[in-house]
């Protein structure tokens, strides 16, 4: 599952970045937060401009919660299939985590416990999601602050028995393998050698800070020089085929964003779109 084959280096698109988007000449893809996309379906001026131009246009969700006990809110999965038809997308993203419970909304994306009755709640509400999906399902892990206690499962492990079981593609966010290797006391590198690979669909890159003693993925930093080390390892390995710089508040000028974007250009090897 490759449906962004060669697509390059790409942004998150925000409003607040809209216009300094639009003007990047070579921009191939963006990614959008999918809940941020009206239920109408009607895009944004700016977004519907870069469609029609020919740039793909990959819905990211952020509150479906997957990984939550309760089955997938039902009208949360429409908005998502709606969001990729909206935007025409090759395909659209969620994060293996978990949101809600209960009812009470967490307001973070929140770590499931490496266990065998965790992997099978994924499972099954990715099922649920894909069946009402046109487009492919690309999952993220995501980055935590702690782990649950007495995993049965390395996180390999973990990852690829869902994607296995599943049929999804794999969303690596290279910052969030830093951060948690970071915070774990391990060797990030353990990790991509121990994934597969060959399903990634596409990679995040994001900023981050240390703040007592733990690296924070904030997306409102720079993006450090040992995040594009490890991006860089990464496409020693298997280059990905699309490559997006996350950004979400804190915006610095538009010449730092457009470094960052030739920074990772540089450590992937594909054409700067600046």
């Known amino acids: 599952m490759i449906p962004l084959a060669e697509r390059g280096v790409g942004i998150g698109w925000r409003p607040e970045i ?15 937060i999918a809940e941020s996309l009206p239920h109408s379906g009607e895009l944004p001026d700016s977004l519907a401009a870069l469609r029609a131009a020919g740039v793909a246009v990959v819905p990211h969700g952020v509150k479906l919660s997957l990984g939550g006990a309760e089955p ?10 709606q969001a990729a038809r909206a935007t025409g ?15 009470v909304e967490a307001g973070h994306l929140l770590p499931l416990p490496r266990c065998r009755e ?46 296995e079981r599943t049929g999804a593609g794999l969303l690596l966010d290279i910052a969030n393998v830093y951060a948690n290797a970071r915070n774990r006391g391990e060797d990030p590198l353990d990790l991509l050698d121990r994934l597969p690979l060959e399903r990634v669909a596409y990679v995040h890159v994001a900023g981050g800070r240390v703040r007592d003693g733990r690296y924070h993925d904030t997306h409102t930093d720079p993006v450090p020089v040992e995040v594009l080390d490890l991006l860089a390892a990464l496409c020693e390995r298997q280059r990905p085929p699309a490559v997006l710089l996350e950004r979400d508040g804190a915006y610095p000028p538009a010449a730092a964003l457009r470094a960052e974007l030739d920074a990772l250009a540089g450590a992937t090897g594909y054409p700067a779109i600046t």
């Open 18 to 32: 809209a216009g300094f988007v639009a003007g990047l000449p070579g921009l191939r893809f963006v990614e959008v």
């Open 72 to 81: 997938v809110d039902p009208h949360r999965v429409e908005h998502l299939a």
């Open 89 to 103: 997308a090759p395909l659209v993203s969620e994060h293996i985590a978990y949101v809600r419970a209960g009812g």
């Open 118 to 163: 965790a992997v099978d709640a994924v499972v099954a509400n990715v099922r649920r999601t894909t069946a009402e999906l046109d487009v492919p399902l690309a999952l993220e892990p995501i980055a935590a602050l702690f782990d649950w206690p007495d995993d049965e499962l390395t996180e390999a492990q973990f990852l690829t028995e869902i994607l």
